[in-house]
């Protein structure tokens, strides 16, 4: 079944490692609503069904949204697809917008899943990373969630910050888990090119972000997640049983998907199209009935790249059956002769035709997938 991916460009203030699109400025946010409710309808062929089985708001803060500006989008999508009676209905959310008002009118829109980007519970870090929000509402966020009977929360923290010490990562670890949140995904910090943050560590404010701090960082988080019950079934993703991210596992095992608003992806099995990063842009064309996107056919080799790059992430690993089956034979004998030297240094487990990352692995997961491409 395919999903829906829904980007809502706003937010308060940028975090200072974002490199998201999304504009401060919430001038416009009419306009863009009006746009978003035409590409959904211009969109509705695109997929080749009308079945939704998950749906995300993601961002920018889609927190933003009223419970009437949610209304209105879901009137506009029950109009073009047939959304699924279970389907999972995400909406991700900053904690300072969670008060208990809004959550109390959320309970009465379609969403039953938020993603709260918590990052940290101290304040320090917070406010070097210039996040909205301080520890006291990201604590109260999921307790307000909870009370109204949001079962079905995950939340985001980061580690590898140079201010976080060992003991902090672990502390929020355990304040995490004593939360009773189903799902945690977590992410080392990256310093990404024209950012705040990277201008701070080009100009000595803030230390760059140190590799081997990292790394034990994630060996605490692996420990700390496995005695808590939480199943690593992505290298970034937790979840107590059965609470994996719907959404997010389709991504990574190539379902389809729409992605509507500006800078949104999409992906239907053949081509991949991203709309345009310009929110001006984007409504102006919208304003003509125009979408506005890049598309690429994908290559049998493009296509395989890419699945092993997301499948080898997972907790279902990389299938040499699959390769074989969707891209060829040829596919599957390359990706296990170039797999050996990591099944030799214990950093690819090959087991009944699959391939999957050892713990050792994980931390070198990008390089070993990028080492199994197929170079055209
Ligand atoms: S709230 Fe999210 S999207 Fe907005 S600036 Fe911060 S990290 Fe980026």
């Given at each position: 079944m395919a999903g829906i991916y829904i980007h809502i460009p706003f937010c308060k203030q940028a975090c200072n490692y974002c490199d998201f699109h999304f504009s401060t400025s919430l001038q416009n946010k009419d306009a863009f609503l009006k746009a978003l409710k035409r590409e959904i309808a211009l969109q509705q062929d695109y997929l080749g069904t009308k079945n939704i089985s998950t749906i995300y708001f993601g961002g920018g803060t889609p927190s933003l949204l009223t419970q009437a500006e949610l209304l209105d989008l879901f009137e506009t999508l029950n109009k073009h697809f047939t959304i699924d009676a279970n389907a999972e209905i995400t909406l991700e959310a900053n904690p300072d917008d969670l008060t208990e008002i809004k959550i109390r009118e959320l309970k009465s829109t379609p969403v039953n899943r938020f993603s709260i980007g918590i990052q940290s519970f101290y304040d320090e870090d917070l406010k070097l990373m210039n996040r909205a929000h301080n520890s006291a509402e990201a604590l109260n966020a999921v307790k307000f969630a909870q009370d109204q009977g949001f079962e079905n929360l995950t939340i985001d923290l980061i580690y590898g910050m140079p201010t976080l010490t060992e003991h902090k990562w672990r502390n929020n670890l355990q304040i995490?888990?004593?939360?009773?949140?189903?799902?945690?995904?977590?992410?080392?910090?990256?310093?990404?090119?024209?950012?705040?943050?990277?201008?701070?560590?080009?100009?000595?404010?803030?230390?760059?972000?140190?590799?081997?701090?990292?790394?034990?960082?994630?060996e605490?988080?692996?420990?700390?997640?496995?005695?808590?019950?939480?199943?690593?079934y992505e290298i970034s993703n937790f979840c107590k049983d059965g609470f994996y991210s719907r959404h997010n596992s389709n991504y990574?095992?190539?379902?389809?998907?729409?992605?509507?608003g500006p800078s949104a992806h999409s992906y239907n099995g053949?081509?991949?199209?991203?709309?345009?990063?310009?929110?001006?842009?984007?409504?102006?064309?919208l304003e003509k009935n125009e979408l506005n996107f890049e598309s690429e056919n994908l290559t049998i080799a493009q296509r395989y790249n890419e699945y092993v790059l997301t499948s080898?992430?997972?907790?279902?690993?990389?299938?040499?059956?699959?390769?074989?089956?969707?891209?060829?034979e040829k596919f599957a004998k390359y990706c296990l002769q170039e797999a050996q030297k990591y099944i030799a240094s214990n950093d690819l487990l090959f087991e009944e035709n699959q391939l999957f990352l050892t713990d050792k692995g994980k931390l070198i997961a990008d390089k070993i997938a990028s080492d199994l491409f197929e170079v055209e």
């Open positions: 995490a888990f004593a939360l009773d949140v189903k799902h945690i995904s977590a992410y080392c910090l990256t310093v990404e090119p024209k950012t705040a943050l990277a201008q701070a560590v080009k100009t000595g404010k803030i230390k760059n972000v140190d590799e081997q701090q990292s790394a034990e960082q994630f605490i988080m692996l420990e700390g997640m496995r005695a808590n019950d939480f199943v690593q990574w095992l190539k379902e389809k998907y729409l992605g509507v053949i081509t991949r199209q991203w709309n345009v990063s310009n929110n001006g842009l984007y409504i102006q064309s080898l992430r997972t907790i279902w690993g990389t299938s040499l059956e699959q390769i074989k089956n969707n891209y060829g």
